[in-house]
Antibody, heavy 117, light 107 residues
Framework: EVQLVESGGGLVQPGGSLRLSCAASGFTFSDHYIDWVRQAPGKGPEWVGRIRNKARSYSTEYAASVKGRFTLSRDDSKKSLYLQMSSLKSDDTAIYYC????????WGQGTPVTVSS | DIQMTQSPSSMSASVGDRVTIICRAS??????LAWYQQKPGKAPEHLIY???ILQSGVPSRFSGSRSGRDFTLTISSLQPEDFATYYCQQSNSFPLTFGGGTKVDIK
């Protein structure tokens, strides 16, 4: 069974940093691209970024709203994905999901991030 | 960026009704369109990909179609478990984008 489990969310002050993790199991993690998607309270999902696999040089794509502030990385040996978030703003408040490459049936349960003073 | 415009934003329906939700892309996205269902407090669940292909395990009362830049999600006979919010999402080009959602509630 495919599982994606996010962790690392919490309360952070504006301008602060946070690192989210996503642990994968049940599939060959190293073969797959992974996306992060977030959903602000009462809003629809918003794609945040994608990290590709080793065959594609772990290349990344980012939404304009996070480019330059968020960084995706992965450790295939640990079957883990990381989202480093910096210069956080109140607009970044959301539940953050890791997803096995949209369109996808494989979403994590999400981890909440609240940016507030 | 490709904008995905869903209509209606909300609707009330009864069990057994036929429900149609429209998603219009701001430019050609070929068949790169997926549909999701989301219930409160849960992650979205994938229903359809490539505009019309049903994800494994999704009931056959759900169907998808395409006409140019317009995409349709149809529920042939609404069931109690179908009351939820539905989103479309394009995968034709970055940034990947979602529609604004259609909330289906009980009439």
């Amino acid at each position: 069974e495919v599982q994606l489990v996010e962790s690392g969310g919490g309360l952070v002050q504006p301008g602060g940093s946070l690192r989210l993790s996503c642990a994968a199991s049940g599939f060959t993690f190293s073969d797959h691209y992974i996306d992060w998607v977030r959903q602000a309270p009462g809003k629809g999902p918003e794609w945040v970024g994608r990290i590709r696999n080793k065959a594609r040089s772990y290349s990344t794509e980012y939404a304009a709203s996070v480019k330059g502030r968020f960084t995706l990385s992965r450790d295939d040996s640990k079957k883990s994905l990381y989202l480093q978030m910096s210069s956080l703003k109140s607009d970044d408040t959301a539940i953050y999901y890791c997803v096995r490459a949209l369109p996808s049936a494989n979403w994590g349960q999400g981890t909440p991030v609240t940016v507030s003073s | 960026d490709i904008q995905m415009t869903q209509s209606p934003s909300s609707m009330s329906a009864s069990v057994g009704d036929r429900v149609t939700i429209i998603c219009r892309a701001s430019q050609d996205i070929s068949n790169s369109l997926a549909w999701y269902q989301q219930k409160p407090g849960k992650a979205p669940e994938h229903l359809i990909y490539s505009a019309s292909i049903l994800q494994s395990g999704v009931p056959s009362r759900f169907s998808g179609s395409r006409s140019g830049r317009d995409f349709t999600l149809t529920i042939s006979s609404l069931q109690p478990e179908d009351f939820a919010t539905y989103y479309c999402q394009q995968s034709n080009s970055f940034p990947l984008t979602f529609g604004g959602g259609t909330k289906v509630d009980i009439k």
